[in-house]
């Protein structure tokens, strides 16, 4: 059994780019389930019911959060009414929402999914190792194919998460540093890992963000308004293969599509003319 997980995706152009290929992605890998992570929908921050719907309508299963989802109002009272919407379980119970879900696939396949949150640079909620065990012990007793979105910062913390629940979930995949990581691989006791899934948005940004905006975000260290930047848009995911009676890993594979471009710098017409008599 294969699940195909959609890292954040960020502002409406790249939502529609996903509601567009989705259903591509998954023919192409084969995939039983499509898990998403939504928390950067609506001009970077959060998602409305429209939003959702549109994924819901393409196959989505589960949409998956973080930090920025709780940034709408509109967007509280959707968690509570929407259980495939789920926010990060470790954040007080009070804010509604749900932090995990079962559902089932359409060959009758029951899989968990799972929403925490790091504390290492992000808001100092409720402890998210005691919180995935807290979990882990209701969704076990229904099916041992689980996928944790462990949303957080620092690496150290994401991969002290892995091996953490190594052998008692199929994967744990780090979203919210929006950057892809080079690092998948199956742990010791057959949990699938990827320290960040990285983000579906515009890459021609500083993690979705314009990047002359970011940059007097620095250089003022003041706040500078929102603005999702444009163009170069790129979908970042992972599939996990599962045997699907012990929930163990078989394979993990990670992608980006368009592929990631090593090199963006363009040569001004001087710099080429200038190139060609220095070679010949
Ligand atoms: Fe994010
Ligand atoms: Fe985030």
């Not at 989505?60 to 919407?85: S, Y």
């Not at 091996?163 to 919210?176: I, N």
């Not at 892809?180 to 890459?203: K, S």
């Not at 250089?219 to 970042?236: F, N, V, W």
Request: aromatic content about 8%.
């Amino acid at each position: 059994m294969k699940i195909l997980f959609i890292g954040d995706i960020v502002g409406t152009d790249a939502l529609a780019m996903v509601v567009r290929l989705i259903k591509g992605f998954k023919e192409k890998y084969n995939a039983d389930a499509l898990i998403v992570n939504g928390e950067n929908i609506y001009e970077g921050k959060s998602l409305t019911r429209k939003h959702a719907d549109e994924l819901f309508g393409v196959g989505v299963d589960i949409i998956t959060t973080g930090n920025h989802v709780w940034e709408r109002w509109e967007a509280r009272p959707l968690m509570k009414e929407e259980r495939r919407i789920l926010r990060p379980l470790n954040y007080p119970r009070e804010n509604g929402g749900a932090g995990y879900a079962i559902f089932e696939t359409a060959t009758g396949v029951k899989i968990g999914v799972l929403s925490i949150q790091g504390r290492v640079f992000l808001p100092p909620i409720d402890c998210p190792f005691k919180a995935a065990d807290w979990a882990l012990e209701r969704i076990l007793a229904v099916t041992p194919n689980i996928l944790v979105d462990f949303h957080a910062e620092a690496t150290a913390e994401k991969q002290a998460m892995g091996f953490y629940l190594d052998g008692r979930v199929s994967a744990v995949l780090g979203t919210h540093t929006h950057v892809q990581t080079a690092d998948e691989r199956i742990l010791p006791n057959g949990t699938a890992y990827l320290t960040d899934v990285g983000m579906t948005g515009p890459y021609d940004s500083c993690v979705g963000l314009r990047t002359d905006i970011a940059i007097k975000r620095f250089i003022y260290g003041t706040p500078h308004k929102y603005e999702t930047a444009k163009g170069d848009l790129k979908i970042s995911g992972v599939v996990i293969e599962i045997n699907p009676t012990t929930g163990s890993a078989l394979s993990i594979e990670r992608f980006m599509f368009p592929e990631f471009e090593r090199s963006q710098h363009q040569e001004s017409p001087i710099e080429a003319e200038a190139d060609l008599l220095i070679n010949s």
